[in-house]
Each structure stands twice: as C-alpha cells, then as structure tokens.
C-alpha cells in the first residue's frame, strides 16, 4: 500500500515514469557480447533477439556504432518485435550517416594484369555477383555502346523522339554478336517503342543462326516491339574495353576489371552486392508489426531485381517487383527517420498490401535502380480488377462503392525528403509510385532527375491523396507522353470509346466516384516538366483538386474524366490542354493565369463541335492576347475571362505573387506561397537542387480573331487534322506516327458510311504510307469508282484494317 502510495506521488510530481533499456551493437564488437555499451553485441540480428524480451514493456533503442554492417541475411522483424506508442523499438545510428547497413560484402582479392589493362581476380566462395563497387563507385558491367559522359538514355543518347535505328552503337547486329563467344548471362536492356518505359531481357546464348536466345520482356503492361534505337547490352566479356566496366565469370568465379587511372587495386576497396531486401517489417492484418522506428541510417548495396519484375499493375501500363531495400508487410505506426538510401539496385522503400500510418521524413533517397518510394495495394482489394488496357464489362459491374477488403496502404506520410536519380536501371518507374492506396500524403520533397513521372498514381484507387509543397522538375527524361505528376484512371467507369462511356454515364452519372472514396489533392507545389506536361492527367483520371500550383513550363493535361476542379495556378508559358473529354464531366477550370490559348486535341471524339467544355471554363487570366481567350467562345470557354499583365514581383528569382494593384488580384486571383517548395530541412534543403525559372513572355497584343477551325481540312464530310507533338497523345499513340487524324466525322457524312469514325488515325492507303494532309490527299486523288483500298488505321489504340469503295 505504502509502495503504490508512492509510485502515485512520483507520477503526480514527475509525470508518466518512462522505462527505457539501450542496446548497442558495433561492427568493431569482440569477446563478451552483451549489448552494453563496453561489450556491445557484434551484430544487428543479435540485438533484435536481445530486444525481444522488452518490446512491448519497454522503450526498446538498438543504437548502432559507427561502421559497415553487412547482413548475411536479410533482418525480419516479425510481429513479436512490435512496440506500443509510449514504448516503441527504435533502430537508430549513434551518429546519422555514419551507418551503413549492406545487402553487400567486401571482398579480399589478389589482382593479377590480364591484358590491355584488364586485371583479373580469382573470387572465393562462388558468388552471384549482381553490381561492384571499386572504393565506393558502383562501376559498370561491360557493356555496349558503352556509357558516355552528358548523355541521358541508358546513359549513352540524347532523347529524342526519332525511331530510326542507330547502326553506329546497335547491340544486336550481327555483326556485333558474331564478335561473342558466349554471351550467356548478358541482360539486354532497350526502351519501349512508344518510349512508355522499358523492358529488360536475360541472354541465354546463341542459336544456330547465331542470333540471341533470350527470356524477359515481361516488365511494361502495355507491350511493345523493343525501341530500335534505344538499348544496350551488359555483361559480355568481349566488350570489357573502358576504364570502369567489369565481368565475372561465375563457373570459374573469376572477376575481370578495368581499372580507372589512378586506381590502386592493392588498397582499393571492393564490394560486391548479395541481397535483394535489407529490411522487412513482416506483419498481418491481424498482427501488425507496430511501433518500430528507423533513424539515420545509411542503408546501401541491395540486388536489382528488373528480371523479378513481372506483376501488371491494376489499370496502369506498369508492372511491379514487391519488395524493396526496406520492405513493408503488414506494419502499423512505423516509420523511417533521418535516413540514406543510396545507390539501391531496385525499389529502394516498398509498402505492400495493407499498412496503415508508416511515415518516411527526412530522408535522402538517391541513384536507385527503380522506384524510390512504392505504395502498392492488393488487387483482390478492387472490385472489378483490369490489368491492361481494354474495354469495360459494363454488364457486369460491381456497383458497391469503395474498396472490397482493408488489404491496401493507407494513411501514410512521405515529408521532407530529396528523392533524386531514382530508376537509374527500370525506367518505367518513379520517385513516388501509389497504386491501390488510400490517402498517402507527400509533402515539402524534391524530386528530380528521373527517366518517368516525379510522382505517379496508377489509378483512381481509392484516393485521398494529397501532394503539396513539393519541387518537382526535371523529369521524363528517357521516356516521353508523361507528365512530371502522373496519374490514370482507368476505374470501374472508365472504356477507351468514349461513346460508351458517354453512354454509360447517362444512365449512372455516378460511375466515376465508385473507386475513388475520396478526391485526390494537388496544391501549393511548384512543377517542371520540359519533356511533357507539368500535371498530367491520363485516361480518365477523375476526382481531383488542383490549386495554388506554380507550373513553370508543360502546362496542365485533362484526358477524359470527371470533376477536376483546377482554380488559382499559374501556369507559365503555357496553358489548359483538355483532350478527349466526355459529356458532361463536371471539369471547372477557373481563376487561373494563362498564356496561351487552350490546346485540346480529339475533343469532338466525345463531344460536339460547339458543345460545352465540362462545367465552368471561365474567369481566367490570359497573359496572352484576346485572340488566345476568344478561340473557343463557340464552346463556351472564357466568356468572362480577362487580358492583363499579372503583375508578378520577382520572376527572375521564381517570386510569382502578384503586386498590390494587380488586375488580377481584384479579378479574384489569390496569391499562394512562392518560398515553401521542397525540403525544409536546412540539411537536405542545402544540398538540394533547384528548377530553372523560365523567362516569362507576356504579349498582350491585340490580334485579329482566331478561328478554331485553322489548320483543318475537308474529306467526305470529315475534318482532317495532322496532330503533331503531344497532340498525338490524344491519339494514344506515340508523337512519332506519322499519318492524318479525323478530328471529327458526323454521322451523316460519307466518311461515317463508309466506316470512318471520330478519333481514327489514318497511316496507309493500300500500300501506301500516309505522311501527312498533303500525302493523304495525292494518294485519295489517283483513286476512282469502282476499285476498292484498304486503309491502315488506329482506333482506340488497336491498328485495325477498313476496306472502302471509291
């Protein structure tokens, strides 16, 4: 009684009574291990065994000394390691950054000169060596062409958008596989043709033709031939022929390198990469993995894993690997703190299936072979699951609202992070990637440098995503028909003929919102994108609140879909480009500072010409002319909007608020904060890269009326256009076809009779390539009654063959 008196007067003096033991590991660790400060334990997997006797009763911190722990086996933490929110399991370095958690192993070599500078080690063990670091540079495996200094795709081109083939550096000539002795064991590597990502292959050997046997292709969910120009092939001895490239011959275990100048093999430091995962936290629905926190770590050295990646994400063209660096199953309440993830072979974080409240903050995650960050749900959690691009069963749709199960992300938090270089080996990736989640929240990151989008949603499931305060530029820059901020939204609704779906909407306008429980959020960031849009919105992205974003090149793309509300965004040089928009999708585009006019493409391909466009295209600022804002009156766009001089304060050094006085500020523009984009952090925010500001161009000529029907043409009834650049998005395909869209074909005319319909790009007449309007029309000119042509077309992304009559 006397003792619970007292434990009493000790709570009301002191407050709540913490219990807390320290565990400390060291690499350096020798003789008694007993996790005390003088006799630490020599390994993580000891400690963790230690802790199990406290979790739960105890705040348990595992605090690593400085050094290199290289995992002989990836660390499992299991449910019975789960902490509570007074006593949770802490993982942390004594001193961040000064712990180096490794999938890897060094390795003790005697270099002997083989020949033309190559030396060779024998490697003890016979190990699977998937990448080499020499003194803590990963190093090439030799390769062709080889890498080249200031190149971008794969390292070795300048993007374009050209599909010639480049015979200069081709890895499959023959003439360059005859030069092999035996390939197998290579990876091929080559970009989609569309340039939609990548996808990847293991070489097997040769046939008796001498050509490549391969196995791979698998990695992007919208298939393709290989990119005839954008590919190379690694690990192949007869191409070890650069400084920094190397081989290994595992039947012998023998290592091959070419070292750089000035590099001492006797000291030089050399490690080898073993493991996939480094982390899991591996939990249930039922018994999560709670309360276990990672702080100021360095995690490095983990396998790639693009010949793993096989898995069609849900209603997006990607594919996915489960698993990454630090891996989440089934984790509530965990986090990851202050931390490095640094030249990681695949993703480098990876939340699976259901986890709920896991926050990533303060991090550096770079110079990852795949996604930074992945969110990825269970397909089982959707209703009406469709993993390629392809019509909806209508007929048989599930109706209920919302997700069918709870095994999903939900409610986690990425914040104050510099995600950068991520997808340096899969293309088809991203910094961000969520996919089947519910309201994941991302704020005050810098996300840049990066093949794809800087931040990617797969689908409309289940939203409430919010991506805020965040600096996000050069992006898409080995891809193309991307945004900087990307997102489909291929849901229950959602069918590449936009007639059907208008059909369908009439009878059950509420179709768009079945899977998406909440509207996603895209405010307060400043945005980049000189390869694509700055927002990208694709096929049926709906539910989203666009506001108070500083977009500085690509403008803002609206595919097909329903109740996008975009208001108060500067959109700098550019503007709206609404494509293919359905009837009566509830689209608001409203208060926002243009310059330029709207850029649809295939609108007439769910509307009619002089239809209205959506809810509200009205009250914008055009820093343009009125010809920019006049152009689509007949839509019903603009009709109240203004032409004016912003009036912005600083735009040389990115400060685009408005001056008091501006016309636009008594318009009904808001100003937003212009000095809050990216890490806060001063650590990271000091090392962080920034955008280039673009020059403003600002023309408020008075110009003679423009009309929406220049650069159209005539053809049985039909108008004809020849779409150029993004505009061959619209199309779904890639800005390279060459051919003549049907921007409009009534149902009267003779074109419709004779099969023809909105939306159809024509490439060939008989066996004739159409190039353009011109072409089409000499070639349409040679025909007459009665002789019949076949033309080549693309419908709804299918090539298909329509015969006709003259």
């Not at 929240?441 to 949603?457: F, K, L, T």
Request: charged share 25%.
């Amino acid at each position: 009684m006397k003792q619970s008196i007292f434990i009493t007067c000790l709570l009301l003096l002191f407050g709540p009574v913490t219990l807390s033991i320290d565990i400390h590991v060291s690499p350096a660790g020798e003789g008694k291990e007993l996790g005390t400060e003088a006799y630490p334990f020599h390994s993580i997997p000891a400690a963790l065994e230690a802790a199990k006797k406290h979790t739960g009763r105890e705040e348990v911190n595992i605090l690593l000394n400085d050094g290199e722990y290289y995992l002989e086996n990836t660390l499992a933490l299991g449910h019975e390691l789960s902490g509570t929110a007074d006593y949770p399991l802490i993982i942390k370095a004594m001193h961040k950054g000064k712990v180096v958690i490794s999938g890897g192993r060094q390795l003790q070599l005697v270099w002997k000169m083989y020949e033309n500078g190559i030396y060779v080690s024998q490697v003890s063990g016979q190990p699977f060596i998937d990448q080499l670091f020499i003194d803590g540079r990963r190093e090439d495996m030799a390769r062709y062409p080889n890498s080249r200094p200031g190149k971008n795709v794969y390292d070795c081109w300048d993007l374009s958008h050209g599909q010639e083939a480049d015979p200069d550096n081709d890895p499959l000539s023959d003439e360059r596989i005859a030069g092999w002795g035996n390939p197998e064991g290579a990876y091929l590597h080559a970009m989609h043709r569309a340039l939609w990502g990548d996808m990847h292959w293991m070489v097997k050997g040769k046939d008796d033709n001498g050509k490549l046997i391969m196995e791979g292709g698998w990695q992007n969910n919208r298939p393709s031939p290989m990119h005839v120009r954008y590919r190379y092939i690694e690990h192949v001895f007869e191409e070890l022929d650069v400084p920094g490239e190397w081989y290994y011959e595992q039947h012998d275990s023998l290592l091959y390198y070419y070292p750089h100048p000035g590099t001492d093999l006797e000291t030089a430091k050399v490690e080898i990469v073993r493991l996939p995962h480094l982390i899991e936290l591996n939990g249930t629905m039922d018994e999560p993995v709670r309360h276990v926190h990672l702080e100021g770590i360095v995690f490095r050295h983990a396998a790639r894993v693009f010949m793993d990646n096989k898995e069609p994400l849900l209603r997006s063209d990607w594919t996915v690997y489960r698993g990454g660096a630090v891996t989440f199953n089934g984790a509530e309440h965990c986090s990851i703190r202050n931390c490095e993830f640094d030249q990681l072979g695949g993703n480098s974080i990876f939340i699976n299936m259901y986890n709920r409240h896991i926050d990533i903050s303060g991090c550096y995650i770079h110079e990852g072979g795949a996604n930074g960050i992945a969110f990825v749900g269970d397909p089982d959690a959707v209703r009406n699951p469709i993993f390629r691009y392809g019509p909806q069963n209508y007929q048989e749709l599930d109706l209920v609202p919302g997700p069918k199960s709870d095994n999903y992300p939900a409610y986690c938090t990425v914040s104050d992070c510099i995600i950068a270089r991520t997808g340096r080996t899969e293309k088809q990736t991203s910094p961000v990637q969520i996919s089947m989640s519910f309201k994941i929240s991302i704020s005050h990151c810098s996300i840049y440098d990066v093949p794809r989008a800087g931040v990617n949603i797969s689908e409309g499931t289940f939203g409430g995503h919010v991506l805020e305060y965040c600096d996000i530029f050069n992006t898409v820059l080995e891809t193309g028909d991307h945004g900087s901020f990307n997102s489909w939204g291929r849901d229950r609704f959602w069918d590449p003929d936009i007639k059907e779906m208008n059909r369908q909407m009439e009878k059950n306008p509420d179709l768009p919102f079945l899977d998406m429980v909440e509207p996603n959020i895209i405010r307060n960031n400043r945005i980049r994108c000189d390869h694509g849009w700055d927002v990208d919105l694709d096929d049926g992205s709906s539910d989203y609140r666009i506001y108070n974003n500083l977009l500085l090149n690509g403008g803002i793309k609206l595919r097909e879909g329903y109740r996008r509300i975009v208001t108060n965004n500067i959109v700098l040089n550019n503007g709206l480009h609404p494509h293919v928009w359905p009837r009566a999708n509830g689209d608001i585009f409203k208060l926002n500072i243009v310059f330029s006019a709207h850029q649809p493409a295939v609108m007439t391909r769910g509307l009619k010409p002089d239809e209205k466009w959506g809810q509200e295209i009205d009250y914008n600022i055009y820093a343009s002319n009125h010809q920019d804002r006049l152009k689509f009156h007949d839509n019903q766009c603009d009709m109240n909007s203004i032409v004016t001089d912003p009036g912005f304060l600083d735009p040389v050094s990115g400060d685009f608020s408005l001056a008091e006085g501006s016309e636009a500020l008594a318009f009904g523009f808001r100003n937003f904060d212009m000095h809050s984009f990216g890490v806060a952090d001063p650590v990271l925010r000091a090392i962080a890269k920034t955008p280039d500001i673009p020059k403003v161009f600002i023309s408020l000529d008075e110009l003679s009326p423009g009309s929406s029907e220049e650069g159209m043409f005539l053809w049985l009834g039909a108008r004809l256009h020849e779409p150029q650049g993004e505009e061959m998005s619209a199309y779904g395909l890639d800005f390279d076809h060459q051919g003549v869209g049907l921007a409009m074909v009534p149902e009267h005319s003779r074109a419709w009779k004779n099969g023809f319909r909105t939306g159809d790009f024509i490439t060939g007449i008989d066996n004739q390539d159409v190039e353009g309007i011109h072409s089409f029309y000499k070639i349409v000119e040679e025909k007459y009654a009665p002789l019949s042509s076949m033309f080549t077309l693309y419908r709804n992304q299918e090539r298909i063959r329509l015969e006709m009559n003259w």
